[in-house]
Nanobody, 118 residues
Framework: QVQLVESGGGSVQAGGSLRLSCVAS????????MAWFRQAPGKERERVAA???????RYSDSVKGRFTISKDPAKNTLYMQMNSLKPEDTAMYYC????????????WGQGTQVTVSS
């Protein structure tokens, strides 16, 4: 059974940094496609960053240049370094994973809250 457990959220002031972690079990971050999503109250869920089996990455325009997604296969952990945080980054952040052949992300973590104050 695949489980994803996020950590690292918190409250910071604008301009600050946070690093989110997502420990995976029952699967490997090496072969699955992994991503970070976020959802703010009253808004649709947004994929902010993704990393594929070959290590290539994609970012949404809203976080490009400020967030960095990475993975450590030895620790089976996904990360997202978030710098220059803005109040509009406030949301619940979710780790997600899927086998490469699936269209939709299949497995989800419970989420970790990020709150950025101005």
């Amino acid at each position: 059974q695949v489980q994803l457990v996020e950590s690292g959220g918190g409250s910071v002031q604008a301009g600050g940094s946070l690093r989110l972690s997502c420990v995976a079990s029952g699967t490997t971050v090496s072969t699955y496609w992994m991503a970070w999503f976020r959802q703010a109250p009253g808004k649709e869920r947004e994929r902010v960053a993704a990393i594929y089996g070959d290590g290539s990455v994609r970012y949404s325009d809203s976080v490009k240049g400020r967030f960095t997604i990475s993975k450590d296969p030895a620790k089976n952990t996904l990360y997202m370094q978030m710098n220059s945080l803005k109040p509009e980054d406030t949301a619940m952040y979710y780790c997600a994973a899927k086998p490469p052949f699936r269209v939709d992300y299949t497995y989800w973590g419970q989420g970790t809250q990020v709150t950025v104050s101005s």
